[in-house]
């Protein structure tokens, strides 16, 4: 049985990936598309599984294929670091740094944090991956990812293979549209004041039940999110109050033109920094993680 991966196969397939189709794919790789729909098959039956869905015109990923996907930009990756390595004769350049965010660290924190590390490291690449901490653990672990910041820390059946350093606390506030503010007047609490909520999986989310639990009850829930930027939105139309981290509740409220509600729901959330131990590291990885540790104090 043949156990060997052919990279040519998995080139084909990454480039048909990157553009959603076979023919920009063949273009791009300068081979006629019928070659390259063939390599893709052989790659398939040799993984014994589909990698594509065919929607029209267009090939989606399947669930395997998004896997396969995140691994070859990783191997690919490499082999790019690999060359600037052995052609420097000394290992350590900025390469690429792969980024996974949790949903609920605030975007505004992150994109200081990115633009004061390519300010720091000339060609650094990062790429971001965002989702729920119970998925970027697993492919921190897997080596897929350099660096995770989460509002929590790994699970501890991991904790032996994914360090974790907290690097902050983040304090919760309220902030509406401004003719919602001032029919929040001085209130004491949210009960039935209209609310857009994080998603009920979030650790934030946990936070503000237990909070209204103690305050007397909840307010009127009108929508729930895991982007924090689209319910920014929505609360910049005047349909509920947003929770906002305090780091960046002064950008998003001009960004947004939100107004501060007068109450504080004493909530604190952790900001943590995982790493994974790793053969080699490099001055991306390095500088990246040295900046996160400071992410609070990046103006």
């Not at 390595?85 to 000394?90: E, Y």
């Not at 237990?210 to 007397?216: E, I, L, M, P």
């Amino acid at each position: 049985m043949n156990t060997q991966l052919n990279y040519h196969h998995l080139r084909y397939f990454y480039a048909v990936a990157l553009r959603g189709g076979v023919t920009g794919a063949a273009e791009a790789l300068r081979v006629s598309a019928p070659t390259l729909s063939a390599q893709v098959r052989e790659l398939e039956a040799f993984l014994g599984t589909e990698l594509f869905h065919r929607q029209g015109r267009r090939m989606v990923l399947s669930e395997t294929g998004r896997v396969l996907l995140r691994y070859a930009e990783r191997i690919f990756s490499l082999g790019d670091e690999l060359i600037e390595v052995v052609q420097r004769g000394k290992p350590g350049g900025p390469a690429a740094v792969f980024l996974g965010l949790a949903d609920a660290v605030p975007k505004l924190l992150a994109s200081r944090l990115l633009e004061r590390a390519c300010a720091e490291v000339a060609g650094l690449r990062v790429t971001v991956r965002e989702g729920q901490p119970g998925e970027l653990f697993p492919a921190l672990a897997a080596h897929q990812l350099d660096i995770v910041i989460a509002n929590e820390p790994p699970p501890a059946s991991m904790k032996n293979v994914l360090p974790g350093v907290r690097i902050g606390r983040l304090g919760v506030r309220f902030a509406a549209a401004p003719a919602l503010a001032r029919k929040f007047g001085r209130r004491k609490s949210m009960v039935g004041f209209p609310f857009l909520s994080p998603a009920r999986e979030s650790v934030l989310r946990r936070e503000l039940e237990q909070w209204w639990s103690a305050s007397g009850g909840a307010p009127d829930i009108k929508a729930e999110f895991d982007d924090s930027a689209a319910m920014f939105e929505l609360a910049s139309g005047g349909l509920g109050a947003a929770p906002v981290h305090e780091p960046v509740l002064r950008d998003v409220c001009k960004r947004y033109g939100l107004t501060v509600l007068p109450i504080r729901p004493g909530i604190e959330d952790d900001l943590f920094l995982v790493t994974a131990e790793r053969q080699y590291s490099h001055a991306g990885v390095e500088v990246l993680a040295k900046l996160a540790k400071g992410i609070l104090n990046i103006a």
